[in-house]
């Protein structure tokens, strides 16, 4: 069985004083992972408060190897931190930063062979939704997105529907069903077999209130979650309903 998964991004929050909350997330445990990506800034302390108790990563990475890149970091500069997980692909990335699927295969590939496990994002826009072209989104991203040997090492896609980011909307049930199913079937045509062992995550307005009924749809592995991550109140639990679904 894949392990299940309960990610926090903080995006551009926290800082050193925050990181007393790490102590009281529920812990990982046998069956259910917890995750915590701060910003870059607090990698290395976040490693070390985390004892053992959490996994640690990144929001982003550079695709090329350590050189001259002004600002940036490179996956095994953040694989230095003690980190073991990188975000790729966010929408305010693809948006903000003007990031291409072509580049976030590219970063995909260097977090692999720095031996991170990547988080690959994708989603719609609410216009694509309406106009029912989500579904087709989806799967131009996963193709475009995921490099050639992605199952050569952990990796996890995460489904983020746009409009459901930080925007208290939710797809129903059934979509994010469709969405999860889809990506699954995607995977398993690709790369066979190891296809499988993907985990896929939901992210988009995840909450203490929703989190069981969103676990219990087939196919969901667990959760990107945003500014419910940032407070151990919210995201705990969130971490419990996965844990018992």
Not at 13 to 25: C, F, H, P, R, S
Not at 104 to 111: C, E, L, S
Not at 183 to 196: D, M, T, W
Not at 237 to 245: C, R
């Amino acid at each position: 069985m894949r392990q299940k998964l309960a990610a926090g991004n903080w995006k551009m929050n926290g800082t050193q004083d925050q990181l007393g909350m790490l102590a009281q997330v529920p812990p990982s445990q046998p069956g259910c992972e917890v995750l915590i990506c701060p910003p870059a800034q607090l990698l290395i302390p976040a490693v070390q408060q985390a004892l053992g108790r959490l996994s640690i990563g990144a929001q982003d990475c550079h695709a090329q190897a350590p050189g001259a890149h002004t600002g940036d970091l490179s996956a095994s500069m953040i694989a230095d931190t003690g980190a073991r997980y990188v975000i790729l692909g966010h929408s305010e990335r693809r948006q903000a930063h003007g990031e291409t699927d072509a580049l976030i295969q590219a970063k995909a590939a260097a977090a692999i062979d720095a031996g991170l496990c990547p988080i690959i994002c994708i989603g719609e826009s609410h216009a694509q939704r309406i106009n029912g072209q989500a579904l087709d989104v989806i799967q131009d991203q996963l193709r475009l997105s995921l490099p050639d040997h992605l199952t050569q090492a952990p990796s996890v896609i995460a489904y983020e529907p746009i409009w459901a980011i930080g925007t208290g909307l939710i797809p129903s049930l059934d979509q994010i069903t469709k969405a999860h199913s889809a990506i699954r079937a995607h995977l398993r045509q690709r790369f066979g077999a190891p296809g499988n062992d993907v985990r896929l995550l939901y992210g988009g307005s995840v909450k203490p209130d929703n989190a069981a009924q969103i676990f219990a749809c087939p196919e969901v592995d667990g959760a990107l979650v945003g500014g419910a991550s940032l407070s151990a109140e919210d995201f705990g639990p969130i971490i419990t309903a996965l844990a018992a679904a």
